[in-house]
């Protein structure tokens, strides 16, 4: 069992930035960020997937490339989703997911383990 604890969630003005923190009780081979705004379905932003040694392969939604970054810490064992030039469009409950399956990692269905989700919301 990961237990997974979101931080980091906010208000901001549009074009401001955030760092969401997600830290887990243990590791895996991939976690995820999604988001949920009201009235809307669960949506993928970013993955981080570990391969070998020291090397990641990250992924993100064509809406946020080029602003968010995902990147994790292992000593840590903390992913972390660094959102740059914020729209009001972002704004949603941001969750944090982990699972060791490799395939369909895109997918919210795919994971385990899920946080309790943090609140970003962009005023504009």
């Known amino acids: 069992q990961v237990q997974l604890r979101e931080s980091g969630g906010g208000l901001v003005q549009a074009g401001g930035s955030l760092r969401l923190s997600c830290a887990a009780s243990g590791r895996s081979s991939v976690m995820g960020w999604f988001r949920q705004a009201p009235g809307k379905e669960r949506e993928f932003v970013a993955r981080?997937?570990?391969?070998?040694?020291?090397?990641?392969?990250?992924d993100y939604t064509d809406s946020v490339k080029g602003r968010f970054i995902i990147s994790r810490d292992n000593f840590k064992n903390t992913v972390y989703l660094q959102m740059n030039s914020l729209k009001p469009e972002d704004t949603a409950v941001y969750y944090c997911?982990?699972?060791?399956?490799?395939?369909?990692?895109?997918?919210?269905?795919?994971?385990?383990?899920w946080g309790q989700g943090t609140q970003v919301t962009v005023s504009s």
């Open positions: 981080i997937r570990w391969s070998s040694g020291r090397t990641y392969y990250t």
């Open positions: 997911a982990a699972t060791n399956r490799l395939r369909d990692s895109e997918l919210g269905e795919t994971y385990e383990y």
